[in-house]
């Protein structure tokens, strides 16, 4: 029987395929390896042992064992392949994300795990941030818009509240700009200082061809736009769309970036907020692959082969390398046995 045939559809077929480890081990070496040539992740050679007993190997040039794990977001965890890999597809199809709290109950491990699982998740997600070539071109049509994500004053503490009120209504929140290609069905977030027409029309240079119609609503960073492409504006005061010109594709991903934040991690610091925003590009980006709509074994597949040459720590997740007293010990390696 085909081996494909038995790879999981479901999350239920995913926790029972992925609880053998012997298939955990082939499923991730498949996605690691698409061609099937396994090589060494510090030196790149091919010149290995590989032992079975350990799931290992044993690399001849660079002298050092490489697991599968290695060089990926899961270096030096000491969490077992079949927790990961359930971790990874709960998080990529979930549509309103998965709370630390609730995936230590589903995994056994600790709350604490559990958010270290997910950051590094949404680390390997990020992949549609801005700069990375650009949208739209000519008879192509891109939405352009920006968000305020942040506490609501009300909800604050009297002293709190008088402060921020004081320095602007708009001071205790984050800023997210985004643009929408309308024919590839994409979208591209990411956090910016502020809203001035320098930071958010550069975003649109470094983004957009030349040529593109963008669409956005009448703020005033976008005045200038015109210059660059062809721009039409739709006023919300008085209409929300007229024909073509609407920003409703953006302010429907913006809608869903919040269900998530205040349904299910309910409170982000700024400061991790920018993967919480790539873990929903992420799974807006990959609902449908033009009218096709793409299964929750394709997602997580597409989550897996994006675990490779990503990294984060624990004090750079929690801002401790920055510290003064931080000193770089790098990462641990396993000891050569013979």
Known sequence: MDAKANEPKTLQEAIAYFADPENSFRFAIKLRWPGGEVSCPRCGEQKFSFIKTRRLWFCYVCKKQFTVKVKT???????GLDKWMTAIWMLANCR????SHELARSL????????FMLQRIREALGEQKFGRGKIGGPGSQVEADET?????????HAKRRATIEQRGPLMNKTIVQGVYDRQLRKVRASIVP???RETLQNILLKNIKYGSAVYTDSAVGYDKVLYNFVHEVVNHTNEYVRGQVHTNSIENFWSLLKRSLKGTYVCVEPFHLSR????????????????RKISD????????SGIAGKRLTYTELTGKDQSPRHETTGTRETPIPF
Not at 74 to 79: H, K, L, R, T, Y
Not at 298 to 303: P, Y
Request: glycine share 10%; net charge negative; proline share 2%.
């Open 73 to 79: 977001i899961m270096e030096d965890s000491p969490i």
């Open 148 to 156: 305020f994500i942040g506490g609501r004053v009300a909800n604050m």
């Open 276 to 291: 919480y925003v790539d873990e929903q590009v992420f799974r807006y980006n990959n609902r449908k692959d033009g009218d």
């Open 96 to 99: 309103n994300g998965v709370s």
């Open 297 to 304: 074994a394709e997602r997580f597949a597409t989550a897996m």
């Open 194 to 196: 502020d809203v001035k």
């Open 108 to 115: 056994g491990v600790t709350q604490k795990s559990a958010w």
